[in-house]
């Protein structure tokens, strides 16, 4: 199993992710935020299923609201990188 080591530049990303959902509805921000970490675990026993964007990075899109979670590899770690809106109208 890999550990996971999440970069405060992508807790950044999570926490302005929720914050901005909250303002309209609480509940719909706090799931969205479990099905983030929900991808992000499933890293551990398999960091190798997103594919590569270049050398270094490789992505997975979070399959029910479209975050795309962006990371790099190096020896039995996992370092999440970026959490990004998949659908161009939220960037």
């Given amino acids: 199993m890999y550990k ?3 970069l405060s530049r992508a ?3 999570i926490t302005s992710i929720v914050d901005y ?3 309209d509805n609480l509940f719909y921000a ?3 935020q479990d099905y983030i970490y ?4 499933l890293l551990e026993e398999y960091p190798f299923i ?3 964007l270049d050398k270094k990075y490789r992505s997975i899109v979070e399959s029910k609201y479209k975050f795309k979670i962006v990371y790099r590899i190096s020896g039995k770690t996992v370092f999440i990188v970026g959490i990004y ?3 161009k109208s939220w960037k």
């Fill in 21 to 23: 959902i909250a303002k």
């Fill in 11 to 13: 807790i950044d990303s």
């Fill in 38 to 41: 929900k991808s992000i675990r």
């Fill in 30 to 32: 706090n799931q969205v």
């Fill in 85 to 87: 809106r998949e659908q």
């Fill in 4 to 6: 996971i080591k999440i």
């Fill in 50 to 52: 997103g594919p590569e």
